[in-house]
């Protein structure tokens, strides 16, 4: 049996390589993953509480609307229920969006570098993919705006962007959506919003008021530390959700889940606590490797693009056999790693190999 044609090289998505497999590979007590933007704080304690209650409810299917969350989420953001949809991660909502809105010769415009799966998805759906190279890390509206077509029907912003971890400002995004065509829909990827403490940087769903061709996707997995339980959320305006829905599969959320994030959605508190070491954590970072004379992206989300000097495989490779996982391997940062930030020891641990890795390169020269 064959399957579609256009799917056939596609690659299958490479996530963290987990701990577990690298404690039995190397045969390594500890394991530190600074790889996949997890929260090393965990989660609230108010989640745990209600996952605990909801036990019981195992064995009965989740409420296919999310009823409560959704109620939770539109008083958050005073929006209205039928202007949320909610996936298994922001990556279900990702494919909702390309289900629903690309056929095969459509045209779907996103940066490169930026996260894999906005393409991933468009080349399952036979779309065509118009790559557009970040400048200085940064998506770069003016190039982004000359793709724009009569076959354009989706634009992804990555907003802190996934891998540079870099961000663009309110003004900047305003002035590009002002200039995007008003059937073409814009996906404002706002994944890493939580950590942001930068003025300037733009509220999304607040722009909402004023661009109807306007989407936005947040998640429960980064900073409310809900990653294993996969709660995305998309909010834009209720025909957009209104077709998504159409596509969703029924029980696409389960049911600790959406009890887990309405209880964190409250929790101002941790996020704010999260946010704070986070900070703590970027700030180490940025004095650590000006100490060793590296080139790194300014870190706006819960991870940091360095510069090596060295083949990142290479780098990924030797940190590994240390007992650190980190993320190599970029089309065009071919010497760079992304570091997810830790706590304050794995982030030290994370630096004294690092920096062990480096000086055995160098005696090696």
Known sequence: ????????????????????????ELGLEEVIKLASNENPFGYSELAKAAIINELGQIATYPDGASFELNAAVAKKFGVESNQIIFGNGSSDI???????????????????????QYKHNAEIENARIIEVPLNNGKHDF??????????????????????????????????????VPKDVLVVLDEAYCEFVDEPGFPDGIQLLKNYRNL???????????????????????????????????????????????TASIVDDDFVKFCREQNNAGIKYFYSQFDRLGLKYFPAFGNFIMVDAKLPSGEVFQALLRKGLIVRPRWTYYPTYIRVSIGTPEQNEKFIAAFEQVLQEAAVRG
Not at 6 to 11: A, D, F, R, S, T
Not at 147 to 155: A, C, E, F, G, S
Not at 229 to 255: C, K, S, W
């Open 1 to 24: 049996m064959q399957p579609k044609s256009n799917i056939v090289q596609l690659p299958v998505y490479q996530p963290g390589k987990p701990v577990e497999d690298v404690k039995r």
């Open 142 to 179: 003016p190039a982004m705006l000359a793709k724009i077509n009569d076959r354009t029907k989706l634009v992804w912003v990555c907003n802190p962007n996934n891998p540079t971890g870099t961000i663009v400002k309110e003004d900047e995004l305003t002035a590009f959506l002002d200039q």
């Open 94 to 116: 990702i494919l909702m969006l390309c289900r629903t809105y690309l056929a095969p010769g459509d045209e779907t415009i996103m940066a490169d570098e930026t996260f894999s």
């Open 215 to 261: 989407i936005v996707l947040r998640t429960f997995s980064k900073i409310y530390g809900l990653a294993s339980l996969r709660i995305g959320y998309g909010i834009g305006h209720a025909d957009v959700i209104q077709y998504m829905n159409q596509i969703r599969e029924p029980f696409n959320t389960n049911r600790l889940g959406q009890v887990a994030a």
